[in-house]
């Protein structure tokens, strides 16, 4: 198998003692005690910390890198050009999207990764943790939509707060403002994490190995911090065209002269027939390796700290 079923196991037993004789989790009291609750605690701490406490000004500047078409120098001057903290103008924003996208996101992506496996063959093996990722971020983009679609107004300069930006969608678009660009952010996301998760699970187990890791214990998070910086970055590759796509099709009205996914699609094509196709699609590749290489390091690195420390 990609990931090793008696490391899961062993894991359980050593966060809860009573799981191997009952097969179920109990407090002191006899109530039974969901080991999902750790995922998520863990899932939440450690997206909050990697998105909003280091990323928040390398994403603003990509955002502005593929909305504007500047170079990184040109785009810091441009969103400094009002001062230094227009760098983190998302990132109240980013901080409430980052505990419910990343809560919801881990405990779907283990729960699925956990229920698929035993029902397929040996040979479909490699495609559960790609499925399960797909389907756990797909849910957590729809949950949290219309923040993202806030954080992007924030991002933009549009607007300076949370109530501005609610107010100036709601009365422009109405309510399905909150939902724009949510196709092309769902194809973004969701198969990132597949691409993500899928690297994750193909090495994980030759690390163990390579490391003499068979007394079935996990990798330490430093390890894992290592490993889910690569993956970040195969996945940032790979999906790069897609995150384009997302970041013009949520802009906002006169902003890249886009107007939701189908506009965004016929802008880029139109700019590809004289630019080429690669610089077009592939703008602003170096401002997300920055942020999503660190940011998949700390998510997983702090991921692991906390369920080792449980």
């Known amino acids: ?11 359980a037993q050593r966060r809860c003692p009573t799981y191997r ?6 407090d002191s009291e006899g109530r039974e005690v969901h080991p999902d609750l750790l995922h998520t605690l863990a899932g ?14 390398l994403a ?59 029902h ?24 949290v939509a219309p923040l ?31 939902y724009r660009g949510v196709l092309p952010t769902m194809a973004c996301e969701s198969s990132a994490a597949g691409v993500f998760w899928g690297t994750i699970e193909l090495l994980r187990p030759w690390l163990r190995r390579s490391m003499g890791g068979e007394d079935a214990r996990p990798l330490s998070p430093l390890v894992m911090f290592g490993l889910s910086a690569f993956a970040g970055g195969v996945s940032a590759v790979v999906t790069q065209p897609l995150d384009t796509w997302k970041t013009i099709a949520m802009s906002p009205d006169g902003v890249a002269g886009a107007g939701g996914e189908g506009g965004a699609w016929k802008l880029l094509a139109s700019e590809a027939r004289s630019k080429g196709w690669i610089p077009v699609l592939y ?28």
């Open 60 to 118: 603003v500047l990509k955002v502005n890198i593929q909305q504007t078409g500047n170079t990184l120098l040109a785009s810091f001057r441009s969103v400094t050009s009002a001062g230094f903290t227009r760098l983190w103008a998302s990132s109240s924003t980013s901080l409430v999207q980052a505990l419910p996208s990343s809560a919801s996101y881990m405990a779907a992506y283990e729960g699925l990764r956990d229920q698929l496996a035993p």
């Open 1 to 11: 198998a990609i990931w090793d079923e008696e490391l899961r196991l062993k894991a």
């Open 283 to 310: 703008r602003g590749l170096m401002a997300r390796l920055g942020i999503v290489v660190p940011a998949s390091g700390i998510f997983l690195g702090a991921y692991s700290l906390v369920i080792s420390g449980w």
């Open 21 to 26: 004789e009952t097969g179920k989790c109990v």
């Open 148 to 178: 993202e679609v806030v954080r992007m107004r924030q991002a933009s300069g549009l607007a300076e707060s949370v109530p501005a930006a609610l107010a100036e969608v709601l009365r422009s678009r109405g309510l399905r403002g909150l």
């Open 120 to 143: 397929v063959s040996k040979e479909m093996l490699p495609v559960v943790p790609f499925v399960s990722a797909f389907i756990g971020r797909s849910l957590s983009v729809v949950l």
């Open 44 to 57: 939440s701490f450690a997206g909050s910390t990697a998105v909003v406490l280091t990323l928040t000004p």
